[in-house]
């Protein structure tokens, strides 16, 4: 089992920086990648970016060049540092991770951009 914690979500004017932390427990060792999701109301949830073990990036397109995942395998934590956000990025941010088995999901944290 693995279980996910989201943290650092809040209210932030547009044009402001985020940083998104997930810390993961449990049996860790068989993870593959772990990502940001996020889904706002009314609307599908969606990648946002995702890492592999090796550290391999991807990013949806809305998010290039102002989101940055990253991990800290000694800290056991995932994060998406949220640069330029726009109110379109309004969203609850879930945090996921992948082993070959099944995906986990964390509870989520809130992002809220105010124009």
């Known amino acids: 089992q693995v279980q996910l914690a989201e943290s650092g979500g809040g209210l932030v004017q547009a044009g402001g920086s985020l940083r998104l932390s997930c810390a993961a427990s449990g049996v860790l060792f068989s993870i593959t990648s772990m990502g940001w999701y996020r889904q706002a109301p009314g609307k599908q949830r969606e990648m946002v970016a995702t890492?592999?073990?090796?550290?391999?990036?991807n990013y949806a397109d809305s998010v290039k060049g102002r989101f940055t995942v990253s991990r800290d395998n000694a800290k056991n934590t995932l994060y998406l540092q949220m640069d330029s956000l726009k109110p379109e990025d309004t969203a609850a941010y879930y945090c996921n991770a992948y082993n070959r088995l099944r995906y986990y999901w964390g509870q989520g944290t809130q992002v809220t951009v105010s124009s």
């Open positions: 890492i592999t073990s090796g550290g391999s990036t």
